[in-house]
C-alpha cells in the first residue's frame, strides 16, 4: 500500500534562509509525486508535481523538488524563504495506473520569522 | 469563476441534525473526491467517485454518504451530525491527461461546526 512520511511537523525558518522540507513515501513502483501547499483558511493549491525525466523539478513561487529513487525521497526546497511561504505543505504520491488514489502525507506547516 | 466550488464556505450546525455540503466543478475531470482535514492527521478520504455511476467508500466514510448528481457535482451528507465531525472539508477533482495522472485540484473548502 502506499504511504507517505513527512517528519517534520513543524518547522520555523527566518526569512532570507533556505528551507527543506522532507517527504519520504512508500510504493511498489515510480509513483507520481506532488507537492501542495494550503495558506492559512485556504485550500491546497498545486506546488509542482513529478512525473517522469528529469528529477529535479520546478514549481511555482520559486519552490523545487528532487525525487530521488534510492532515498524514496522527493524533498522541497526554496533556497530563500519569503515571509508569505508561512503555509502548511503536504506532499502527496499517485499511483500511475490511474487506478488508485492519492495519498497524502500529514502536512509540515512552516512558520517564518521575520 | 473557481474550477472547484464548495458550498457553504462555512456552516455551524447542531448534533443531529442533517447537513448537506455541495461541490462542482468546470475542469471536465471525471474523478471527484470529498477528503477531510483535521490538524496532525492531513487530508484523509471520505468518498469518490469515478464516474456518475461510480461511488466508493473511503478511509473513513462512517456517518457519511454522497451523491454524484451529474459528471460536474459531487454532495456530501452527513446524516446527522455529531460534535467529531467538526472539520475542514475539502473536495477536489482530478483528471488524466496525456501525461498521465493531473493530479487533484482542490476547492477552497467547507468549515463545519457541529455543536
Known amino acids: 500500500a502506499q504511504s507517505v512520511t513527512q517528519p517534520d511537523i513543524h518547522i520555523t525558518v527566518s526569512e532570507g534562509a533556505s528551507l527543506e522540507l522532507r517527504c519520504n513515501y512508500s510504493?511498489?513502483?515510480?509513483?507520481?509525486l506532488f507537492w501542495y501547499v494550503q495558506s492559512p483558511g485556504q485550500g491546497l493549491q498545486l506546488l509542482l508535481k513529478?512525473?517522469?525525466?528529469?528529477?529535479l523539478v520546478q514549481g511555482i513561487k520559486g519552490f523545487e523538488a528532487e525525487f530521488k529513487r534510492s532515498q524514496s525521497s522527493f524533498n522541497l526546497r526554496k533556497p530563500s524563504v519569503h515571509w508569505s511561504d508561512a503555509a502548511e505543505y503536504f506532499c502527496?504520491?499517485?499511483?500511475?495506473?490511474?487506478?488508485?488514489?492519492?495519498?497524502f502525507g500529514p502536512g509540515t506547516r512552516l512558520s517564518v520569522l521575520p | 469563476d473557481a474550477d472547484v466550488t464548495q458550498t457553504p464556505r462555512n456552516r455551524i450546525t447542531k448534533t443531529g441534525k442533517r447537513i448537506m455540503l455541495e461541490c462542482s466543478q468546470t475542469k471536465g475531470h471525471d474523478r471527484m473526491y470529498w477528503y477531510r482535514q483535521d490538524p496532525g492527521l492531513g487530508l484523509r478520504l471520505i468518498y469518490y467517485?469515478?464516474?456518475?455511476?461510480?461511488?466508493n467508500k473511503g478511509e473513513i466514510s462512517d456517518g457519511y454518504s454522497v451523491s454524484r448528481q451529474a459528471q460536474a457535482k459531487f454532495s456530501l451528507s452527513l446524516e446527522s451530525a455529531i460534535p467529531n465531525q467538526t472539520a475542514l472539508y475539502f473536495c477536489?477533482?482530478?483528471?488524466?491527461?496525456?501525461?498521465?495522472?493531473?493530479?487533484?485540484?482542490f476547492g477552497s473548502g467547507t468549515r463545519l461546526t457541529v455543536v
Open positions: 510504493y511498489g513502483a515510480t509513483p507520481y
Open positions: 467517485s469515478f464516474d456518475v455511476k461510480d461511488i
Open positions: 502527496a504520491v499517485g499511483a500511475r495506473n490511474y487506478g488508485q488514489n492519492f495519498v
Open positions: 513529478y512525473f517522469s525525466g528529469d528529477t
Open positions: 477536489a477533482t482530478s483528471g488524466m491527461g496525456d501525461r498521465g495522472n493531473y493530479g487533484y485540484t
